[in-house]
């Protein structure tokens, strides 16, 4: 079978499972609630239930210590059916009573089997009668949506999809970790490295748990079933706020295919990553938040706020319970859209509300990793990082790593000079101490006077100086915009962009002005979430405290960019057709508007041709991996590797760091023994070793006998594997294989080999071991009379 | 009462019943055609055609590179064995007293050196084998005999690949024979606490602990008891058999006598097979179970087997020994070949029974056995009357059975070949003898009759039985187990009996040759015509990227593959079965027959893209 048939057969089985369960499974449970609603929004439920109930199954069960597949099957099915009865308002008790009648009747005959098998086709033909009227509903009657669908679903094929069948190993050096901390989950223990915000590695780990799809598949594949969803929802959002029919469509299709984008905003949907599985997750925050305050006073007391509220809870619970960015950004956007709407949000009945259901979709998410912080377990290193910057303990820290070993302080003056000062000479200054005390003396009456005096004409200057100050913040917005987000030839982009969210809220008064109020303010909110993130992508400039990297920040403004287009677009749209002879004219120029951008696209090749390849894993490795799990039994082989064979074969086989082995052969005698313990053994070389995201000089070169007599890398962690370390310990790795089957020439052999990757495979009686401690003629042996001399 | 009509009916069923059940047995018996042996073939006087090295030059033989040198006494066991080898694997055979005797030609380098000692390696003589080596001739230490003159060498300890010399002797408990070397598997020849199992153990167990290094492949490891092995580790068990890989060469070295007797088949085979990429060899093929001196046909030795059986001779061999025979054959999947004793003491006046025949050769159609002559005598007056006698009774029985098989005693075998032309004996084309280290196991003992000898005694099994046998099944696919019931007719121990050598045979019989199944069972007679063909055949082979390409003289002759790793995709002008992982029986259908071998490829491959 081809390796690329089995990765699509590999991720159909994903997507289907992740779908099942976060999406189909809701859609069954709650179909009352759910009945009668915009598709779009029907799928924003059901998608941010599906993932909140699963990872939360996942945590109870993991801090209960009982997590496997059955308890997780068993919860799963249980709790969705009681859930199921309850939403739906379906009599257990009835319905047992008329299975045990059923059952009754065919076990004294009264019911033929006949009749029985009757029933069940009759039943099974109202299903399909169903499905084929939803079918009809949403596919027939909608062709030139559907049309639009397929063209997004396309592009992201194109886009995103290929990478899983042109390259199988992952794009990112930090998915080594996070597999192994799902492979600790599997072992029982949640939060082996510490507390972290879990959300994603639950979701990972309940696919291979009950669905039994190895981790390292579900994390080289999961990606594009992210990147999939994280598209549907912003579709979906875009569908439910806009007035017009085909501009959400086309806005999604520009944002999935245009290379005007900066690489580093779309770059991480390439790796299956809990950040942007965070992100999915901001939309329906936004979504849910908006929809809550477009809720006229008088209905806030009806279920269906509370039901708005309950998801806005989950959706916004779910960004912390993954990734702490995603609630940043989500937090951010929650302060744009009060913005927006704050007519309302300083209302007692919505502020409360508000409050309250923030509250407790933080505690929801927190509660998991505050039981587990608790219990003992420290904070993970990254959200320790995080806790501290929002202490602002962060700036504290690099404050202090200005500090020189020599106790020199870097100091700024108000000139912006640098000044270095040896706080050890201070008075103030102990021994082995930074710490600087400066000692101040109290202000006379008369200089208290001046100072006021000094600072009222500051501030007025200030005053007089903010048109000047304003323009050059637009500026620096502008600049930043085009330089991180878009960078396109045109200077004029960044002040475009900021024009776009001026007319977001002038547009948005103007909609309140015609009373159109509930879609003015989300015109407003759209503007101020946009203007707010801008300030956050322009924190450093401005002198604000780095809440989030640029690179990092542009992921996001990129990602809600396109609604900022599409909401203004369809605002314009509908502020022209206001009138009543236009009126129906809304989506035909909607659809003309759609078209044209589609055939711009096209035509002035403005589609983005991203790379596909997996710095960190060849082809090879993976499908040799693939096949020694598919060929041998559990247990019985052992992967001598520089990768990161030892999470991703964790639950098959054992692995062997090739740099450990090549360092037990540095210095031999003959009373060394290197022994590796399992009937098949597996060594894997990069004949052009790949660079670990460290490139060097030689980067792209050949293992060789040159590399193999360069000093064997001493350094510690992932260095040894990376640039030019990376090519000696290959090289190394490829001549001691050389060596070895010069003395085992029938044993071992080529298993797999292409123009990077080769991978050796040596089978072995398991009673009497190969000993591979040999002279390769890159080691030093000791011979008995050296010792002896020594 | 029963009305007529019932009674008619029950009449009519009774019948009906009694009919289906007869007109089988009816069937069967009047088409049983028991007088004529099926597995005879005609004879035929063409031992002057059996391959010799000489014939070397044909040019369907293989060629001068399949020389064999032989380093040692020629005429020692082991120079015996190695000839014996060297003639069934169709190899030219070299002898010289020394290394330096041996003239190396580049061009026509040998395909393996066998010294028969470490002595043959010494000063100079070991830079020769090390150049030879190089050059890819397989060296091979048939038997380390001195462990302080090897400690003293360090080249060559080096060059055995010995990392230390540990004791010059030790005991050891058993040995470990591992797969890859012989067919049949891994075995362990541990000696157990169990009384019957402790008598099996007949190896050598006083042995040097040689420690290999890095390099080495151990074949056969000799386990040390709990108190001396306990801090031992397995890789540093006293290794008895192994290779040392220099340069993609081989050196193997043997301690102990393994290689002095018939056991050097199968182990010279297996280190060619371990270090060649591939090998193809001829082999028999032929799996021969020979049930000597049963059945007998005169009550002998009555007072005894009444006392002990409580029937009579004739009685016990046809109503408690056959019946037994047929079981553990049927589950073996053997077939029988019967060496009938029509009396054991021709002085008595004790005479066969008739009838009795007839009914054995029926019975022995019916389980595709053969029935041979056993020429083995208790008391006789003159030798030529067993001939005599015994053709008188076959007469007297008006059986026209055509005898294709004889066994006679070793020391009896000269006296007997002249008998063979003419009368009872005249379509006898085989004999067979017990086990004895003399005679090759299979050769023609005149040009028109062969000699099988017998490889195993299937009561007395011991542990270098079994080694030995593994060997020779490795070597020739070959086995004749033997079942000797002369003793159960005239017991002189208390274990001479039916019930103790019945259970001991078969469970000898159901345990050690299950693994060589994909063998072909025989009668002698057949057997005969495979040793025939297998002798006389000439072969040749080559390899072309996955395709080997066998050439041999006989068709329908029989052939080992040995691969590492590679599987057979396709055969063309024969047929193949696997015997065990990289070890496959051929069938040669037609003079050329061409093995093509699988591609190596995975279940899941990217460079299919």
Redesign the interface.
């Known amino acids: 079978?081809?390796?690329?048939t089995?990765v699509i057969l590999r991720f159909t089985g994903i997507f289907a499972a992740y779908t099942g369960i976060t999406v189909l499974l809701p859609e069954i449970m709650f179909r009352r609630i759910l009945k009668g609603r915009r598709l779009s929004e029907q799928f924003l439920m059901s998608y941010t239930f599906g993932n909140f109930y699963i990872i939360n199954i996942v945590f109870a069960l993991q801090l209960l210590h009982i997590s496997n597949f059955l308890t997780l099957t068993a919860v799963t099915v249980l709790m969705s059916i009681l859930i199921g009865l309850k939403v739906n308002r379906i009599s257990l008790r009835r319905k047992l009573a008329e299975g045990k009648k059923i059952f009754c009747r065919l076990s004294d005959g009264s019911l033929g089997i006949r009749s029985a098998v009757g029933k069940l086709v009759r039943w099974i033909a109202d299903v399909c009668r169903c499905l084929a009227e939803i079918f009809y509903k949403y596919i027939v009657k909608k062709p030139i949506q559907n049309m639009f669908i397929l063209l997004i679903l396309g592009a992201m094929f194109w886009i995103y999809g290929r990478q899983i069948i042109l390259a199988?190993g992952y794009r990112a050096s930090d998915i080594p970790v996070h597999l192994s901390w799902i492979n600790q989950m599997s072992r029982g223990k949640i939060f082996s490295k510490g507390v972290y915000p879990f959300g994603f590695h639950c979701m990972i780990y309940y696919l291979h748990t009950v669905f039994r799809i190895d981790t390292y598949v579900i994390l080289c594949e999961f990606f594009f079933a992210q990147a999939i969803y994280l598209h549907a929802v912003l579709l979906a959002m875009l569908k439910l706020l806009c007035k017009t029919k085909y501009l959400p469509y086309i806005g999604v299709f520009t944002y999935i295919v245009g290379n005007f984008w900066a690489g580093q905003t779309y770059s991480r949907f390439y790796s299956t990553l809990p950040q942007e599985y965070g992100m999915i997750f901001v939309i329906p925050s936004v979504y849910f938040l908006i929809r809550f305050f477009q809720i006229h006073k008088e209905n806030l007391k009806d279920r269906e706020t509370r039901r708005i509220l309950q998801c806005f809870a989950m959706a916004f619970s779910l960004t912390l319970a993954i990734h702490f960015y995603g609630t940043m950004i989500a937090g951010l956007c929650c302060i744009g859209i009060a913005m927006g709407f704050c007519f309302r949000f300083v209302k007692k009945e919505y502020f409360c509300r508000i409050m309250v259901t923030g509250i407790l979709s933080v505690a929801l998410a927190v509660l998991p990793m505050a039981i587990a912080f608790a219990g003992g377990t420290p904070l993970q290193g990254s959200l320790g990082w995080g806790m501290s910057v929002i202490n602002g303990t962060q700036n504290n820290t690099s404050d202090t790593a200005n500090t020189s070993s020599d106790n020199k302080v870097k100091v700024t003056g108000e000139d912006g000079k640098t000044v270095e000062i040896d706080v050890s000479k201070l008075p103030s200054a102990k021994k082995d101490e930074t710490t600087v005390v400066v000692e101040q003396k109290k202000p006379s009456l008369g200089d208290r006077i001046r100072t006021v005096t000094d600072k009222i004409k500051v501030i007025s200057d200030k005053i007089k100086d903010m048109p000047n100050r304003l323009s050059k913040v637009v500026r620096t917005m502008s600049i930043r915009i085009r330089n991180i987000v878009i960078p396109v030839d045109w200077q004029k982009m960044g002040t475009a962009v900021m024009a776009a969210y001026a007319g977001l809220l002038s547009l948005g008064l103007v909609f309140c002005a015609f009373r159109k109020t509930e879609y003015g303010a989300a015109l407003m909110s759209v503007g101020f979430c946009m203007l707010i993130l801008t300030v956050l992508l322009c924190a450093g400039p401005f002198g604000l405290p780095t809440l989030m990297d640029a690179a990092r920040c542009s992921i996001y403004y990129a990602y809600l960019l396109p609604v900022a287009g599409v909401v203004l677009a369809d605002g314009i749209l509908c502020f022209m057709t206001i009138p009543q002879i236009f009126r129906n004219s809304k989506n035909v120029l909607s659809l003309g508007i759609s078209v044209i951008i589609l055939i711009v696209l096209l035509q002035k090749d403005l589609v983005k041709n991203p790379e596909f390849s997996s710095g960190y894993v060849t082809?090879?490795a993976i499908?040799?991996l693939?096949?020694i799990i598919?060929?041998n039994e559990d247990e019985t082989w052992t992967i001598v590797s520089a990768n990161d064979e030892t999470q991703m074969g964790l639950d098959h086989g054992w692995h062997y760091e090739t740099i450990t082995f090549l360092r037990q052969l540095e210095k031999i005698d003959?009373n060394t023994?290197i022994?590796i313990p399992t009937k098949n053994i597996y060594f894997f070389i990069e004949k052009i070793p790949l660079d670990y995201s460290v490139s060097y000089a030689g980067s792209g070169q050949s293992i060789s006998k040159k590399g193999a007599s360069q000093i064997l890398p001493n350094v510690g962690g992932i260095r040894m594997y990376q640039g030019e370390n990376r090519w000696i310990v290959m090289s190394r790795m490829y001549y001691w294989v050389q060596a070895f089957m010069?003395?085992?020439?029938?044993?071992m052999?080529?298993?797999?080999e292409?123009d990077q990757f080769i991978c050796y495979r040596i089978?072995q009686?398991m009673?009497?071991?190969?000993?591979?401690?040999?002279d390769y003629g890159y080691n030093q042996v000791e011979t008995e009379e050296q010792e002896a001399e020594q | 009462m029963v009305s007529k009509r019932k009674f008619f009916s029950i009449a009519i069923m009774m019948f009906v019943l009694f009919f289906l059940f007869q007109f089988s047995m009816v069937l069967r018996d009047s088409k049983n055609t028991y007088d004529i042996n099926s597995s005879l073939t005609e004879k035929k006087a063409d031992g002057e055609n059996q391959w010799t090295p000489s014939d070397s030059n044909s040019t369907t033989v293989i060629g001068a590179d399949s020389s064999v040198v032989f380093v040692g006494n020629e005429d020692g066991d082991m120079g015996t064995a190695v000839s014996r080898w060297c003639t069934y694997a169709k190899r030219k055979l070299i002898s010289c007293k020394s290394v330096s005797t041996y003239k190396a030609d580049d061009k026509n380098l040998p395909e393996m050196m066998i010294l028969e000692s470490e002595k043959y390696a010494d000063g100079d003589n070991l830079t020769t084998l090390e150049i030879l080596e190089k050059k890819g001739v397989i060296i091979v230490f048939g038997c380390l005999e001195n462990a302080k003159n090897i400690q003293n060498n360090k080249a060559l300890m080096k060059f055995l690949g010995i990392q230390k010399v540990v004791a010059e002797e030790t005991h050891l408990t058993g040995v470990k024979l591992f797969e890859g070397l012989l067919l049949g598997g891994e075995v362990t020849y541990n000696t157990s606490k169990d009384k019957e199992e402790k008598k099996r153990q007949d190896l050598e167990l006083d042995v040097p602990w040689y420690q290999v290094g890095s390099g080495t492949k151990t074949y056969m490891v000799g386990l040390l008891d709990e108190k001396t092995g306990k801090n031992v580790e397995n890789e540093d068990l006293p290794t008895i058999i192994w290779r040392n890989g220099i340069d993609y060469g081989s050196v193997f070295a043997v301690v102990g006598d393994y290689m002095k007797d018939s056991t050097a088949l199968g182990l010279l085979d297996g280190m060619r097979a371990e270090a060649l990429s591939y090998t193809i060899y001829p082999i028999v093929n032929a799996q021969n179970l020979s049930m000597v001196n049963f059945p007998v046909f005169a009550d002998e030795n009555n007072t005894e087997m009444l006392k002990l059986y409580s029937q009579s001779v004739t009685g016990i061999a046809r109503d408690i020994m056959w019946p037994a025979l047929i079981s553990v054959v049927e589950k073996s999947d053997m077939k029988m070949t019967c060496f009938i004793q029509p009396q054991a003491d021709y002085t008595d006046d004790i005479e066969p029974k008739s009838g009795n025949l007839e009914f054995y050769l029926k019975q022995m159609k019916e389980q595709s056995a053969e029935a041979g002559i056993s020429l083995e005598y208790q008391k006789l007056d003159k030798a030529e009357d067993k001939v005599t006698k015994d053709t008188e009774f076959f007469e007297n029985e008006k059986i026209n059975y055509r005898f294709g098989a004889a066994f006679a005693k070793e020391k009896d075998l000269k006296g007997i070949l002249k008998d063979t032309d003419s009368g009872l004996l005249g379509d006898v084309g085989t004999l067979v003898c017990d086990y004895t280290e003399n005679q090759p196991v299979v050769s023609y003992y005149s040009d028109s009759v062969t000699l099988q000898t017998v490889t195993s005694d299937g009561m007395n099994y011991a542990y270098s039985d079994d080694i030995r046998m593994r060997s020779i099944q490795t070597a020739l696919g070959y086995t004749n187990v033997m079942l000797d019931m002369y003793d159960i007719f005239w017991p002189q121990e208390k274990t001479d009996r039916w019930e103790v050598m019945q259970k001991r045979f078969s469970s000898n019989l159901l345990t050690y040759w299950k693994n060589f199944r994909d063998f072909d069972s025989t009668t002698l007679s057949e057997s005969n015509a495979r040793i025939r063909r297998f002798l006389n055949l000439a072969y040749s082979q080559s390899r072309e990227d996955n395709t080997i390409t066998l050439q041999t003289s006989e068709v329908g002759s029989w052939f080992i593959l040995r691969t590492h790793g590679e599987e057979i995709d396709e055969i063309d002008g024969g047929s193949q079965t696997e015997i065990e992982a990289d070890a496959y029986l051929i069938c040669a259908e037609d003079t050329t027959v061409k093995i093509r071998l699988k591609e190596q490829e995975l279940y899941y491959d990217t460079r299919k893209n």
Do not use: W
């Not at chain 1, 079978?1 to 690329?4: A, F, K, N, P, Y």
């Not at chain 1, 010069?742 to 044993?747: G, S």
């Not at chain 1, 052999?749 to 797999?752: F, L, S």
């Open positions: 079978m081809l390796m690329s089995l199988y082809n090879g499908t040799c693939t096949n598919r060929d003959e023994k022994l010069k003395k085992y020439p029938n044993e052999k080529v298993y797999y292409d089978p009686n009673y009497h071991q190969y000993n591979f401690a040999i």
